[in-house]
């Protein structure tokens, strides 16, 4: 075996050594089920309404478009339109039995185009009624929640900016914990109270006795323009309790493993041409 062969045999166990440890390091996923990615379910491009594809309810057109920063991934434009009821809703099933510990998990975007000026509710709703029980609200560049019917704000966000949001929701208790990672978030941040604190965050305008039925947006048209737009994506759920790990792989880990992929297979494919 000459030098290059030992090389490439010690590199190749290396790279894998490494994926392994960083993939071992990095928190659990599986228990996280997807309500929707918006890349499959939805018929073939342009779709200009998601209203009655892949389980999705919505008052007004809502267009699946190109992910500004990713122009082959497909997100949800959540834009918001003129009509007479002055909130406009989109939703999807998503389960949180009454009295268990559950984590909502998606990623969002405002725009940074003229006049771009949202107001959108983010959360669970109850069984049967468009009751807002544990919610977000991005009220423009403003992030806040409602903390047993009063709105509290919780941090300021940049335009143009993917942020992750995670939400711990306890319906036994009436509770919920609020995390953001993205723009002047380095890190996964808590904002507002822990459960453990004397003032946690509770819900809105209804306890979670019934459950919580659909994941849920709400446009404020009262506090808002026709055509101001978020952009949301890679909705995900947790029944099985709190969960703070990040659903969608992280650019890190898929660079590492697009590496070990780029060592491992054309040296498998040079030893299968020598055979």
């Known amino acids: 075996m000459n030098r290059n062969s030992i090389g490439s045999i010690v590199l190749t166990r290396t790279l894998l050594l490494a994926a392994a440890v960083f993939l071992s390091a990095a928190p659990a996923r599986a228990v996280f089920v997807e309500i929707d990615d918006f890349e499959d379910g939805f018929g073939a491009p342009p779709v200009t309404d998601i209203d009655g594809l892949n389980g999705w309810t919505a008052d007004t057109p809502k267009p699946l478009v190109a992910d500004p920063a990713d122009l082959a991934n497909t997100v949800l434009n959540n834009d918001q339109r003129t009509q007479l009821d002055p909130i406009e809703q989109t939703f999807k099933a998503a389960v949180i039995a009454p009295g268990s510990l559950a984590t909502a998990f998606f990623r969002f975007r405002i725009p940074d185009q003229p006049g771009n000026d949202p107001d959108l509710t983010i959360g669970g709703s109850m069984i049967g009624s468009p009751d807002q029980v544990a919610v977000v609200r991005l009220d423009g560049t403003v992030l806040k929640t409602n903390d047993g019917g009063a709105w509290e704000d919780l941090g300021t966000l940049s335009k143009d900016t993917w942020y992750s949001a995670w939400m711990v929701i306890d319906s ?104």
């Open 172 to 275: 036994a208790q009436d509770e919920m914990e609020v995390y953001i990672e993205g723009g002047a978030f380095l890190n996964q941040t808590q904002l507002g109270e822990p459960f453990e604190s004397v003032d946690p965050i509770d819900f809105r305008n209804a306890d979670g006795a019934a459950g919580i039925s659909r994941f849920f947006m709400a446009g404020n048209l009262a506090h808002s323009d026709s055509g101001d737009s978020v952009l949301i994506d890679d909705i995900f759920l947790d029944t099985s309790g709190e969960n703070l790990a990040n659903p969608v792989p992280e650019p890190a880990t898929l660079a590492l493993l697009g590496v070990t992929a780029l060592v491992i297979f054309p040296a498998a494919a040079g030893r299968r041409k020598r055979n």
